[in-house]
């Protein structure tokens, strides 16, 4: 069964940081660029981030350029996701996904995990 499941979301005060993590069963993450996205209550899912398959190039959303970075780790088949200096508004359930063919976004994904909440309050 293919699937990505994350892992590491959890509740932060603001100003704080989690790191997210990806990872795959039945398919080679090494094999795709794998994006982040994120859905805010009541708000459409939107990019986050996304690394190419050799992590030789990363693009993130204009607005979290500095306090996100994605990396990835193509020994453990891993993929992840720092935040740091997270606000109130980074609250959401947070997606990875893969794609074979970038750039990442909503329509060009192929596979998607589940998601984890993240949630940002004090």
């Known amino acids: 069964q293919l699937q990505l499941v994350e892992s590491g979301g959890g509740l932060v005060q603001p100003g704080g940081s989690l790191r997210l993590s990806c990872a795959a069963s039945g398919l080679t993450l090494e094999h795709y660029a794998v994006g982040w996205f994120r859905q805010a209550p009541g708000k459409e899912r939107e990019g986050v981030s996304c690394?190419?398959?050799?992590?030789?190039?990363?693009k993130y959303a204009d607005s979290l350029k500095g306090r996100f970075t994605i990396s990835r780790d193509n020994a453990k088949d891993m993929v992840y996701l720092q935040m740091n200096s997270l606000k109130p508004e980074d609250t959401g359930i947070y997606y990875c996904?893969?794609?074979?063919?970038?750039?990442?976004?909503?329509?060009?994904?192929?596979?998607w995990g589940k998601g984890t909440l993240v949630t940002v309050s004090s």
């Open positions: 690394i190419s398959r050799r992590g030789g190039t990363t």
């Open positions: 996904a893969a794609t074979a063919i970038p750039p990442c976004t909503n329509a060009t994904m192929n596979y």
